[in-house]
């Protein structure tokens, strides 16, 4: 399953949410490749964590 996550804040703002998003990943990726510039693929640990991430991420 596929989940993109789209970033809207700037260079400077992004760059501050970095250990925020690490911290979050590392405790759910079982690793992660960047398949181009600005994408990194996650890949989980299992399919119960990546329906907690589909969760986390869902707007509001």
Same mark, same amino acid.
């Given at each position: 399953m596929e989940?993109?996550?789209a970033c809207a804040l700037d260079?400077?703002?992004a760059r501050?949410?970095?250990g925020e998003w690490r911290s979050l990943l590392?405790?759910?990726a079982h /690793?992660?490749?960047r398949v181009g510039p600005g994408r990194l693929e996650v890949v989980p640990e299992s399919a119960p964590v990546l329906d907690?991430?589909?969760t986390l991420l869902?707007? /509001?």
């Open positions: 989940i993109p996550i260079p400077g703002e501050a949410q970095l590392a405790g759910a /690793g992660w490749e907690e991430f589909a869902e707007p /509001g």
